[in-house]
């Protein structure tokens, strides 16, 4: 929690006050963002229309905190999130060497309370559509487990990372 303040406070990258000038621009180039989107949304898709419209996608100045009592769906809906902006990112060189994400994006993904094990099995038991009960018995077919195999190759390409320090191991 400590590292997020930080984060979020600017400490680990320097940040410093900024002239409304350089705001503004920033806040031009989201416009532009949302124009070139035909008007749909600026910020990055969140592979659901619904959040999109409500939200205008997600924007690097966001912070989302998704709160409900156990067993809603939080992390479900967090990990389908992840998913979708991490599997669809491409990135783009820009002219002075930087790379920025042309779509989607790379994704952290925190946990305090799951281990990067099962975050990537729930991840790969909604992409495959196989039971993760069925996944953490072993209770699967072999065309089952062959899903399994070519789903977790495709994650091992896609840019999500998994941040378990608050996770519980034993």
């Known amino acids: 929690e400590a590292d997020l303040y930080r984060v979020a406070e600017g400490a680990t990258t320097g940040s410093e006050a900024q002239s409304f000038r350089k705001a503004d621009f920033g806040a031009l180039e989201v416009v532009q963002a949302a124009m070139n989107s035909g008007g749909r949304f600026s910020g990055k898709t969140t592979g659901l229309d619904t959040i999109n419209d409500k939200t205008s996608g997600l924007h690097n100045s966001d912070l989302v905190i998704l709160a409900g009592r156990p067993a809603m769906g939080k992390t479900s809906l967090a990990t389908n999130i992840a998913w979708n902006i991490a599997s669809s990112y491409e990135p783009e060189v820009m002219p002075d060497g930087t790379i920025e994400a042309k779509q989607g994006g790379v994704v952290a993904f925190y946990s305090l309370e799951m ?34 195999v070519a789903c977790s190759q495709t994650m091992q390409k896609v840019p999500l990372y998994i941040d378990q320090t608050g996770g519980i191991s034993i």
């Open 115 to 148: 281990s990067g094990e099962q975050l990537a099995t729930r991840i790969i038991s909604e992409q495959t559509e196989v039971s993760s009960s069925k996944i953490r018995r072993g209770d699967i077919t072999e065309a089952d487990f062959d899903k399994l």
